[in-house]
């Protein structure tokens, strides 16, 4: 089975810009994650979604980031307009939707990088 | 509130010898999951293991093996006979019975092993 897709892998733009990453997690999977890693801040969990519905978005930086899953299948990042301190690697990740919490897998990571 | 701790920043082998990697956790929920993820200097994030809090058994898989203590609430990886391709940076992470399957992640230690 193909794991969790992201695309694209690299991205560089300039500031204003708007950036938009997308995500296909693993089928049959229900919860899907955004993470963003940097080296000051760590791992950070932006936003997730259980069956397409956002559950937490505590992690949103401010409104220039937005989350959609409009289907199962697929899900974007959204930041408009992007600005340098947005430079991270940003990592989505799927896990099945069980009783409890099960193990998430994460994509390649989209590293973005805003000048 | 829930939290991850991972101590050790860095640390440094000669192959060959053993390192354990620490990892402590905070919650007050009696039903939880532990998790330890792998990210070589490749970037992505590798799932190792995961372990729920009515299993402290310990665990081997090759060269890896992992101590679950909840007298102590700790979760330490040990790998044994360290390699060159061990070199990575090792997360912890917590994840609850009730919170959906947001995970808690520690702030990553980074292994070099030095040939």
């Known amino acids: 089975d193909a794991g969790v897709i992201q695309s694209p892998r690299h991205e560089v733009t300039e500031m204003g810009q708007e950036v938009t990453l997308r995500c296909k997690p693993i089928?049959?999977?229900?919860?899907l994650f955004w993470y963003r890693q940097t080296m000051m801040r760590g791992l950070e969990l932006l936003i997730y979604?259980?069956?397409?519905?956002?559950?937490?978005d505590s992690g949103m930086p401010e409104d220039r980031f937005s989350a959609k899953m409009p289907n199962a299948s697929f899900s974007t990042l959204k930041i408009q307009p992007s600005e340098p301190r947005d430079s991270a690697v940003y990592f989505c990740?799927?896990?099945?939707?069980?009783?409890?919490?099960?193990?998430?897998?994460f994509g390649p990571g989209t590293r973005l990088t805003v000048l | 509130a829930q939290k991850v701790t991972q101590a050790q920043t860095e640390i440094s082998v000669v192959e060959k010898e053993d390192v354990t990697l620490d990892c402590v956790y905070e919650?007050?929920?009696?039903?939880?999951?532990l998790f330890w993820y792998k990210q070589p200097p490749s970037g992505e994030l590798v799932f190792l293991i995961r372990?729920?809090?009515?299993?402290?058994q310990n665990e081997i898989s090759g060269r890896y093996s992992w101590n679950f203590q909840k007298s102590t609430s700790s979760f330490n990886f040990t790998i044994t006979a360290s390699q060159v391709v061990d070199s990575a940076v090792y997360f912890c992470?917590?994840?609850?019975?009730?919170?959906?399957?947001?995970?808690?992640f520690g702030t990553g230690t980074s292994l070099t092993v030095i040939p």
């Open positions: 990740a799927s896990s099945p939707l069980r009783l409890g919490p099960d193990t998430q897998y």
């Open positions: 979604f259980n069956n397409n519905v956002p559950i937490d």
């Open positions: 089928s049959g999977h229900n919860s």
């Open positions: 992470a917590l994840s609850l019975r009730y919170t959906g399957n947001q995970f808690y």
């Open positions: 372990r729920n809090s009515f299993d402290e």
């Open positions: 919650t007050r929920d009696t039903t939880y999951y």
